[in-house]
């Protein structure tokens, strides 16, 4: 089974930049999605961005406005968020997951455990 730990977080001022990490370990195989999703305190898990196996259709939730970028490098199995200007609403624990194409959770079957992205003003 596939494990996947994020890392990059920290604390930013607002406008300023993070690139989250998503590793991957465990059997290896080809074909799998991934996306990012977030949880702002009190607030329910959220979709960021998505990327397909091979990198050649991306998604990003609308509060992105261009902000954020997702890529991959399947040869060091990882896949990264870019994410600049960031905002404090833009405050939560980062996910990374492996699933099918999509913005929706229930979509992904495995998940990291998070890694913390506070902006402050």
């Known amino acids: 089974q596939v494990q996947l730990v994020e890392s990059g977080g920290g604390m930013v001022q607002a406008g300023g930049s993070l690139r989250l990490s998503c590793a991957a370990s465990?059997?290896?195989?080809?074909?799998?999605?991934m996306g990012w999703f977030r949880r702002a305190p009190g607030k329910a898990r959220e979709f960021v961005a998505a990327?397909?196996?091979?990198?050649?259709?991306?998604d990003y939730a609308d509060f992105v406005e261009g902000r954020f970028t997702i890529s991959r490098d399947n040869n060091k199995n990882t896949v990264y968020l870019q994410m600049n200007s960031l905002k404090p609403e833009d405050t939560a624990v980062y996910y990374c997951?492996?699933?099918?194409?999509?913005?929706?959770?229930?979509?992904?079957?495995?998940w990291g455990q998070g890694t913390q992205v506070t902006v402050s003003s």
């Open positions: 465990g059997r290896t195989f080809s074909g799998y999605n």
């Open positions: 997951a492996k699933g099918d194409f999509g913005r929706i959770a229930m979509l992904y079957d495995t």
């Open positions: 990327i397909t196996w091979s990198g050649s259709m991306t």
